[in-house]
């Protein structure tokens, strides 16, 4: 994996993958250290937790695991000075389809992600944390094993960090393979030893009752090293990186029917979809057209390249301006991608080309969710695989009219009716690619069995 | 701290209502009479919240600017509608809470979740022991659709599991709403099941190694709210809307745990728990479910009979009655035992006083039953009514203690004459010889025994199913059986039986009602003395301060 080194391109800005791929660079701590590494720790120890907080609520930094909440808001649920212990607990079980950020900064640099989350334990008090890595990266918890033993030994972990009277440790806790356990209260049952059954919310929330039933915080790989930048900065510096309220960079992860797919750091909303798939990934392959992009994992809702889309933005005289743009010009933010109906989710930009067949590319995802959902709720363990069913079904010649219909009354049965965001998950490719695509599905269905006009198969 | 009994103001379909605070929103709906259908929800176990069959809108006050509750024309806080349907199983209501428990997005929650709960699920109902009391067919007609979507293949699973020796599994009936999980964890502390596998996939079974053999096993098929869990000893045997269904209480033991007979045509299929908080919450133990098939034995004693030479034979009740009235009569008080049974009601122990009376002896006392209580429910007395054997005076303190003596005598053949109640006396170390060179051995029972071979007299008489009468539990609670089946042949209520023999010793003493014997208790025992029968609800009467001793502690 180290040896496709590949330079940034002009256009990036890299903060958090600084050093992936960086010439001359290791994954060990002198080269960390040589390079200023654990400075913005020694620093986090001159101010106070609150203080701390107070500069990552101000730097406005969203959460880059999927639902981009404010991470300062979720730290402030935790309420100082409580009777039980605090956790922290980076979710590494990057696992939504088309995302592949995290795994780079464990493999190429797992200091700074330790150096960040140093810095948010002391911020948050936790005096015990966890590293939530998925079981499918095994080669990822042998270097943050290894990190954690380098840090230990320069004192940047175990009794009285650096002399602060601060004290930390850091574990791995590896997990077995599920797709759910990147949701934290599923990540949390597991690192109990339970089935990853994502919890009921109220009242099981982490801040509240989490690992334990103990205040949790679980941070994405990502959001916990831009901690160390908004130290080093300033929340106020750092918010002025990105627009207001999608501040900061991020990394998205561009795969599919482009020319150079990668992973590339902007300031968020900085660039465009249209620059994103045309100057920076080298454009679409020879004589294609783009038909669709899924803008922030396969969850997220896919975007036509026929739509149009009206969205405000505000001028510097302070007044709004309604723009219609289309999905080339959209600025791939979290409050735009939102706006537009997507998200920017995960960061995982999946590019179509015309020679997609949206029922193919809608079986797909609709076979991973169905073999992912964990069973734990009605409407997402039946619907995932009715769906998955249905388009399977379809793709093999044996659609009927009303598939479509039933495709979509499945998925609006379960968005917004289960324990988890899964069912949305779930639900929102279907209902999306229905939305933007449904006459692709009803000539699929009407497209009689070209042989003996199977149906269905076991899943 | 808010007081205990705050109430709080919440709204349900559009009615203001008062709730005590600390209730959950399914039960206040249930307060308010609004049924919501739910699977996974069981008030006595933890909430999962995963069936989302409760599913509900709810909403909270509406906040002006001042972060105070709006109040509307009505003069009740305006509600502010969550747009996504909440579950309703697993919170606690709040003041100015919204509820709508019939709105259009709440009824089409619950048809899809019907649908969903059905795609897969094998419609085996004509085969199913649940039909009939089960909560995917009830739902359905009442929540769901009439036809189906789906023309997928269903998803296979393991069928006909023996996941104990007493309860069978259909995983691909099962919904997956984790009650058998939470029941063995929770309550029966022998956290034994599971699921495995993933989604649809996802069935119950046992873990590796291990058995659903727990004395609690069969409350999981109680509150199972489909077909996949079953009794085994119940399985295919009875259509459940045929069975006749009659409140009781289980007699193994001290507790006394509610129950309800399911009978057809004199014969008893299956025993259930019935709720009661104060003794058996909703379950009981396998054991004592379980233990009713002797009252369906061929074996039962049905006609009475008297010792002619080293034979047994049948007679009337007329000259059985007679010939026991004139073998009592024939000895003087210190040669006749009473052996009685703390298994019998207040009702005959009462009467069994009263012959002891009559005949003017000393030597009485029940047969103590004992064994290791559980922590769960399960006493240490295993007999049933030992408290009240104790206050009509059958025995003292320690149950049992005369025995010895009564034994010895019996042996010395001091005692030449022995009344047995419903307990066979090789329990109290004599042997069938021993028994046989009694001058008279008038026993009431309703299976042979080696006693009931040496009986010179033999009243056949009713088992637990068969009679009316109180027990008192353990914990000092009063309780009533009822009849569910008639007795066998020509045998009879024990209680008639005894006052019968008082009779045949004293003339009529004009009872000619059970309520009668329990007017006569009732009368002369203080704790009782406002109650009869009748009266005694169906979940008891406590008539002492429970005894925090006592072993029972669900």
Redesign the interface.
């Known amino acids: 994996m180290a040896s496709t080194t590949r330079t940034a391109h002009p256009r990036e800005r890299r903060i958090i993958f600084k050093n992936i791929d960086r010439p001359g660079w290791t994954n060990d701590i002198d080269c960390y250290l040589q390079d200023g590494g654990y400075e913005e720790l020694k620093k986090a120890f001159t101010l106070t937790p609150p203080q701390i907080v107070n500069e990552v609520k101000v730097s406005g930094l969203r959460g880059r695991g999927g639902a981009g909440f404010p991470c300062g808001v979720k730290w402030g649920f935790i309420k100082p000075g409580g009777s039980k212990p605090v956790y922290l607990i980076c979710n590494a079980d990057e696992s939504e389809p088309g995302t592949f950020k995290d795994r780079y900064i464990i493999h190429q640099d797992p200091h700074q992600l330790l150096e960040g989350m140093i810095i948010s334990c002391y911020a948050v008090n936790a005096r015990l944390a966890y590293i939530y890595i998925r079981g499918e990266f095994p080669e990822g918890a042998i270097i943050l094993e290894r990190a954690l033993a380098e840090a230990r030994q320069h004192g940047f972990l175990g009794k009285n960090i650096l002399g602060s009277g601060f004290d930390l440790e850091i574990y791995v806790f590896r997990g077995a393979g599920a797709y759910i356990c990147g949701e934290e209260t599923g990540l949390i049952e597991s690192m109990e030893g339970k089935r990853p059954y994502p919890r009921i919310k109220p009242p099981y929330f982490p801040a509240v009752l989490g690992l334990y039933l103990c205040p949790t915080i679980v941070n994405n790989v990502e959001t916990l090293c831009n901690i160390k930048y908004i130290v080093r900065i300033g929340g106020a510096e750092y918010a002025k990186i990105g627009k207001p309220n999608n501040t900061g960079t991020r990394v998205l992860c561009v795969s599919g029917d482009v020319q150079r797919p990668g992973y590339f750091e902007f300031d968020v909303g900085g660039i465009t979809m249209g620059e994103l798939i045309y100057d920076i990934c080298g454009g679409l392959k020879p004589g294609r057209s783009l038909k669709a992009v899924i803008p922030g994992g396969s969850s997220a809702k896919v975007m036509s390249a026929k739509d149009r889309y009206k969205i405000k933005t505000k001028q510097s005289d302070g007044t709004m301006v309604e723009n219609e743009i289309g999905l080339e010009d959209v600025p791939i933010d979290f409050d735009t991608l939102a706006a537009v109906g997507s998200m920017a989710g995960s960061g995982g930009v999946i590019v179509m080309d015309d020679t997609r067949e949206m029922v193919w590319a809608l079986n797909n995802i609709n076979e991973f969710y169905a073999h992912e959902s964990c069973g734990q709720c009605t409407p997402c363990r039946e619907g995932s695989l009715w769906m998955k069913k249905i388009t399977e079904r379809m793709l093999h010649g044996g659609g009927v009219e009303q598939d479509t219909d039933t495709l979509k009354s499945v998925a609006d049965n379960i968005a917004g009716r289960t324990i988890c965001a899964f069912g949305e998950a779930c639900a929102w490719p279907t209902q999306s690619f229905l939305a933007k695509f449904r006459e692709e599905f009803v000539a699929t269905a009407d497209r009689k069995a070209n042989g003996n006009g199977s149906t269905s198969t076991n899943h | 701290m808010s007081a205990p009994n705050e109430l709080l103001n919440v709204q349900v379909d559009g009615v203001w209502h008062q709730f005590q605070k600390g209730t959950r929103v399914i039960e206040a709906c249930a307060q308010a009479g609004k049924f919501v259908p739910h699977y996974c929800y069981h008030p006595k176990l933890s909430?999962?919240?995963?069936?989302?069959?409760c599913?509900i809108e709810m909403g909270m006050p509406r906040l002006g600017p001042e972060r105070k509750p709006e109040i509307g024309a009505d003069g009740k806080p305006v509600v502010n509608w969550i747009p996504?349907?909440q579950?309703s199983c697993?919170?606690d209501i709040a003041e100015g809470m919204g509820i709508r428990t019939d709105s259009p997005m709440v009824r089409?929650?619950r048809e899809?979740?019907m649908?969903?709960?059905l795609?897969?699920h094998p419609l085996d109902c004509p085969i199913c022991d649940q039909a009939g009391e089960c909560h995917l067919q009830e739902y359905s007609v009442e929540f769901g659709t009439s036809g189906s979507?789906?023309?997928?293949?269903k998803?296979?699973k393991p069928k006909r599991v023996e996941i104990g020796p007493r309860v069978t599994l259909d995983d691909e009936r099962c919904?997956?709403c984790s009650r058998c999980i939470r029941f063995m964890k929770e309550v029966a502390h022998d956290d034994v099941l599971?699921?495995v596998?993933?989604?649809?996939?996802?069935y119950l079974t046992a873990h590796p190694g291990k058995l659903l053999d727990s004395n609690y096993s069969l409350n999981t098929v109680d509150i199972c709210p489909v077909g996949a869990l079953t009794s085994s000893d119940f399985r295919f045997k009875m259509r459940v809307w045929f069975l006749k269904e009659t409140k009781s209480i289980c007699t193994n033991c001290g507790t006394g745990c509610n129950t309800i007979i399911g009978s057809r045509q004199n014969e008893i299929y299956r025993q259930t728990p019935r709720e009661n908080d104060a003794v058996n919450s909703d379950w009981m133990c396998d054991y004592g479910r379980l233990k009713f098939h002797y009252v369906n034995s061929p074996e039962r004693l049905k006609t009475p009979q008297i010792r002619e030479g080293h034979e047994l034979v049948d007679t009337t009740w007329n000259s059985a009655l007679l010939k026991a009235g004139e073998e009592l009569k024939r000895f003087q008080k210190d040669e006749i035992a009473v052996v009685a049974s703390a298994r019998m009601t207040n009702e005959e122990l009462w009467l069994t006083k009263k012959l002891i009376d009559s005949v003017g002896t000393s030597q009485h006392d029940v047969v103590p039953r004992t064994g290791e209580a559980d922590q769960i429910l399960m006493s240490a007395d295993r007999n049933p009514n030992t408290l009240g054997a104790q206050l009509i005076g059958l025995t003292g303190e320690k149950p049992g203690s005369g025995l010895k003596e009564i034994a010895e005598k019996i042996r010395s053949g001091a005692i030449k004459a022995v009344v047995a109640l419903g307990e066979n006396l090789t329990k109290l170390g004599l042997g069938a010889d021993e028994l046989k060179k009694l001058a008279a051995l008038i026993v009431v029972d309703i299976l042979p025994n080696e006693t009931t071979r040496s009986a010179t007299v033999l009243l056949p008489s009713s088992a637990f199913s068969e009679k009316r009468g109180s027990m008192i539990n353990i914990k000092g609670r009063l309780q009533r059986l009822n009849r569910a089946t008639q007795p066998p042949g020509t045998a009879r209520d024990d209680w008639e039986i005894i006052r019968d023999l008082i009779q045949q010793l004293t003339g009529s003493n004009g009872i000619y009602l059970i309520e009668d014997v329990f007017k006569q208790i009732a009368d002369s025992i203080p704790d009782l003395n406002a109650l009869s029968l009748s009266r005694i609800s169906d979940k008891g009467v406590q008539l002492v301060e429970e005894n925090e001793e006592a072993s029972a502690t669900v």
Do not use: D, W, Y
């Not at chain 2, 909430?47 to 069959?53: D, L, Q």
């Not at chain 2, 596998?197 to 996802?202: A, E, I, L, P």
């Open positions: 909430s999962p919240g995963n069936c989302r069959m599913l996504r349907p579950i697993a919170q089409e929650c899809g979740v649908e969903f709960l795609i897969n979507r789906f023309l997928e293949e998803v296979k919904i997956l599971g699921f596998s993933r989604g649809s996939h996802t």
